[in-house]
């Protein structure tokens, strides 16, 4: 069963800024702010869905946090599963439901990081 899509939609900064404050309302640390959103990714993210990765097409089926406090993407291609990190995801078009959340994300990571263009929360 695949999930529900739809046309790319722009979400505005004031949007993104209030996910960014539900997400992180009781979060005290950038691994509690990574928790919040892992919640809110996997509440709001219509799973699973199909993305191309390296010119492969790949399903994800869930979303997880590493001991690194990273959200991947949990992705298949036949038997062989792969994590991704969401930060590095390449969304398909249309996205999948709730794909404004992972947007959310990439936005507080880029202001962590001090890049406003392509930052991330710690890799590794």
Same mark, same amino acid.
Request: proline content about 6%; overall charge negative.
């Given at each position: 069963?695949?999930?529900?899509?739809?046309k790319?939609?722009?979400?505005?900064?004031?949007?993104?800024?209030?996910?960014?404050e539900?997400?992180?309302? =009781?979060?005290?640390?950038?691994s509690?702010?990574?928790?919040?959103?892992?919640?809110?990714?996997e509440?709001?993210?219509?799973?699973?869905?199909?993305?191309?990765?390296?010119?492969?097409?790949?399903?994800?089926?869930?979303?997880?946090?590493?001991?690194?406090?990273?959200?991947?993407?949990?992705?298949?291609?036949?038997?062989?599963?792969?994590?991704?990190?969401?930060? =590095?995801?390449?969304?398909?078009?249309?996205?999948?439901?709730?794909?404004?959340?992972? =947007?959310?994300?990439?936005?507080?990571?880029?202001?962590?990081?001090? =890049?406003?263009?392509?930052?991330?929360?710690?890799?590794?």
């Amino acid at each position: 069963m695949k999930a529900k899509t739809k046309k790319t939609p722009k979400f505005t900064t004031k949007y993104l800024d209030k996910l960014i404050e539900e997400a992180t309302m =009781d979060a005290y640390n950038e691994s509690e702010q990574a928790g919040g959103f892992l919640v809110m990714i996997e509440e709001n993210l219509a799973l699973p869905f199909v993305t191309q990765v390296l010119g492969q097409e790949v399903t994800v089926g869930k979303v997880d946090i590493t001991k690194r406090d990273q959200i991947v993407a949990i992705c298949s291609c036949g038997k062989v599963t792969q994590a991704i990190p969401i930060l =590095d995801l390449p969304m398909p078009d249309p996205r999948p439901d709730g794909a404004e959340w992972i =947007d959310a994300y990439r936005r507080l990571a880029r202001e962590l990081s001090g =890049d406003s263009k392509n930052g991330c929360l710690s890799a590794d």
